[in-house]
């Protein structure tokens, strides 16, 4: 993506050398780079202002960020400055509106961005917001409460209640802020059903409508080819979708899935072995793996009689 051009008159001269930031290790390089990329995403700022900011060299600042955020500086601003412009269009805000206030010449620009992050123009997206409905329920399951959520086109949303009902529902409105949403126990207790192979019709998986990006939807799809019973390590995904160097992009990838238990997340573990980071609670995700591995090991257990 090439910056705005007037963005360069907005950027800070360079730094004096008794103003030069202090040497600080990489992780903090990169934290405060990305809190820069945050702050002034409407400057759309160039690679070099940004490594000056960190008190690198463009080519030293690149690989450092890409080690320790797994993606480049300029693939970061642009999510920053779609997600901001999502926000934007939600409002209300029309395409020109939304590129100029992001930082964007134009709503070329805008609209090349859009299609490069989220698969989608920018009118697509605000009219899917516009015209979509999601019927929501929250229900007790076993594996505790959940709300779920969906669409004519398919569920969009399961998640833990973990936080209590209000932070669930909170989730799912900012996740699909523009939507109308419609409480409808009665539908959404039939996909909770099928969902958790309650009343015996798991074998007919249920349509999911996925949001996200062509990589995130890539990660996703991996995660639905793990066994049940399984796990793998975030390498493996990483291996499994062709790129084995953006084990840090996939874990993002698997932290940003709103459909938990649908989209099997839990299944995801570190190489070494260790149950960490799941966006429902560690101990939800050695809830969902225990179970996983009892059900698993008694159905290859000859001496269990299921008659019994």
């Not at 920053?80 to 070329?108: F, M, N, Y």
């Not at 969906?150 to 209000?166: I, K, P």
């Not at 409508?209 to 019973?229: C, D, H, M, S, Y």
Request: hydrophobic share 45%.
């Amino acid at each position: 993506m090439t910056a705005h051009p007037a963005a360069f008159d907005r950027v800070a001269d360079p730094l004096p050398p008794s103003a030069a930031p202090p040497a600080l290790p990489e992780h903090a390089e990169v934290a405060a780079a990305i809190s820069y990329l945050v702050e002034h995403y409407q400057d759309q700022p160039s690679l070099e202002a940004v490594a000056l900011r960190a008190g690198l060299s463009p080519h030293h600042f690149q690989r450092v960020f890409k080690r320790w955020a797994g993606i480049s500086p300029k693939r970061f601003l642009q999510y920053v400055t779609v997600t901001q412009a999502k926000r934007l269009l939600v409002d209300d805000a029309s395409v020109l509106a939304a590129a100029l206030e992001t930082g964007l010449s134009g709503p070329s620009r805008l609209h090349d961005l859009f299609v490069a992050c989220e698969a989608m123009t920018p009118g697509e997206y605000k009219a899917c917001h516009e015209r979509l409905t999601i019927r929501w329920g929250l229900h007790d399951g076993p594996f505790g409460r959940v709300l779920i959520g969906g669409t004519e086109r398919g569920v969009c949303w399961l998640s833990f209640a973990t936080d209590g009902d209000a932070a669930a529902l909170e989730a799912m409105e900012h996740e699909w802020a523009g939507a109308r949403l419609i409480e409808d126990p009665a539908l959404t207790g039939r996909w909770m059903a099928r969902a958790f192979r309650i009343d015996g019709n798991g074998d007919e998986p249920l349509p999911l409508l996925l949001k996200g990006t062509n990589f995130q939807i890539k990660v996703w799809e991996a995660l639905l080819r793990i066994p049940f019973g399984r796990v793998v390590s975030y390498q493996a995904i990483a291996e499994a979708i062709g790129n084995p160097k953006a084990v840090r992009a996939v874990g993002r990838a698997i932290g940003a899935n709103n459909l938990s238990w649908l989209i099997p997340c839990h299944r995801v573990i570190l190489g070494t072995g260790i149950v960490h980071n799941y966006r429902w609670g560690t101990d939800q995700k050695k809830k969902l793996l225990t179970v996983e591995a009892t059900i698993t090991e008694a159905s290859h257990d000859p001496g269990v009689d299921d008659a019994a």
